[in-house]
């Protein structure tokens, strides 16, 4: 099955998306062979209760071969208890937001989150950066110090964590094989994928639609290395977790 | 992909490596279907006359050796020699159109002989256009700019580029401009500027760019996926750089 692991649902308050609901978010990427994958509310990155939103989106994808991939901030209070309540509920993931809730990937609340995260076997996509800085309006993205994510896969080696809407010049050195990244963000420059600091069979399909255009994004894999980064990737993601 | 292809209207050479630059252009072409790519040289933001030379010496070098690529004359209007420079281009080798440098804004004085010039030679012009929430560069136009140069030279053709930066504040500055195309090259990828465009400006007046050699899957995936006529694709994809550009004229 090919699979996006960096998609999104909902609506984003500072532009119109034109085919965010969830219904055109799934009919467009199956119109392109994509029919799973982790997908996250757009909405929950601004609710004080993330649930208020990932709760009817987890309802809504039920039956499809899409999992959830939960909002959390580990600034606010009990949020281990919250991840827990996502993970019994059917979460398959959780996504971070350090950009927009705040936080540098050093706090200690990351640390107390990746160690539950580590306890609920519960992969962890750290998104980098979802809108163009040059264009943003009201939200101000903070940058994020991704040169920390391999000291923070080495000292939780039983969490996943996934590198996520990360440019190019951002991606991180290789690190432990915990540490993955989805291709969203990276396709700035003419062939992105070529001659990345980081390991080809670490590497996602990810394309922060409907943020950013589904298309695009798929344009950016080689038909070499479709199968690789679209299907045998994420399997190989999946088992390293359950296994 | 070579007779019917893509007409990729804003591509750059960065200073010093052309070469390396046009080879990255030259692999993108064959993989993207593109035909013919328009091409100015980029170097420092306040450049002298020797280095706005050499720019152009290796614009020319390149559109003189490889019949994919057809140059723009790079110009710093503010700078001694800007129409000469201008000329050069135009006369000895062939520029398709004038590349505005950001050293100045563009409805700056010094540029009305500029556009004088390409208005009586059919010369379109390319501006960098760009509102940026941060890191306005000083000289960097925005699509208020591009106005007041498209209302006081009714003439000269105008290209905005990138949507004008950012669409919303762009696109509605110069919807009723007939002498203003825009292009959606650019590294931004999202997927409902050119929507937003089809609506403000319509089909006839956008034009693919792809900004290379930044990404080239930005503005291609979103003209594949915007809702549009395929008639209107083509066009924006192809023909109305046809129609824009005469001297592409032959390749019809």
Known sequence: MNADLCAFAGNWPFRRLRRGSLEDVLADHAARGITGGL???????????????????????????WRLAMA??????????????????????????????????????????????????LPVLITVQLEDPRLEYLLRQRPVDTA?????????????????????????????????????????????????????????????????????????????????ILALGPERFWRRIHD | MRGEGIIDIHAHLWLGRAERDAALMRRAAERYGIERILVSSLGSHRPDGDEIAAL????????ASDSLFRGYVTVAPELPGSLDALRRGAEDWGAVGMKLW????????????LYDYCAGRGLPVLIHAFAKTAGQLPGESTAENVRRAALR?????????????????????VRDLPNVWADFSGSTRRA??????LEQLGAGRLLFGSDMPGSVTASLGQA?????????????LRDNALALFPSLGGMA
């Open chain 2, 224 to 236: 594949m996926a915007a809702p549009m006529a395929e008639a209107e694709r083509r066009a924006i």
């Open chain 2, 102 to 113: 950001v050293s100045c804004l563009c409805d700056e004085d010094v540029c009305d002989r």
């Open chain 1, 72 to 121: 959390a901030d580990p600034t606010l209070p009990r949020c281990g208890a919250r991840l827990e309540r996502g993970v019994r509920a059917g979460a398959a993931a959780v996504r971070l937001y350090p950009s927009v809730h705040g936080y540098g990937l050093d706090s200690p609340c990351v640390s107390d989150l990746l160690r539950a995260a580590e306890d609920l076997r």
């Open chain 1, 148 to 228: 920390l994510l391999p000291e923070l896969a080495a000292r939780h080696p039983r969490a996943a964590l996934v590198a996520s809407c990360c440019p190019r010049a951002l991606l991180p050195e290789a690190g432990p094989e915990n540490l993955w990244a989805d291709t969203a963000g990276l396709g700035q420059a003419l062939f992105p994928l070529e001659d990345l600091p980081f390991p080809a069979e670490r590497l996602l399909f990810g394309s922060c639609a409907p943020l950013q255009c589904l298309d695009s994004a798929l344009l950016d894999i080689p038909p070499e290395r479709r199968e690789q």
């Open chain 2, 153 to 173: 030279h009714p003439d000269t053709r105008f290209i905005m580029a990138h949507l004008g930066g950012n669409c919303y504040h762009g696109l509605p500055l």
């Open chain 2, 192 to 197: 409902d500027d050119l929507p937003y465009a």
């Open chain 1, 39 to 65: 997908m996250s509310s757009l909405d929950a990155i601004s609710y004080n209760d993330p649930w208020e939103a990932d709760g009817p989106l987890l309802a809504a994808l039920a039956g499809t071969g």
């Open chain 2, 56 to 63: 152009n010496r290796q614009t020319a070098a390149l559109t």
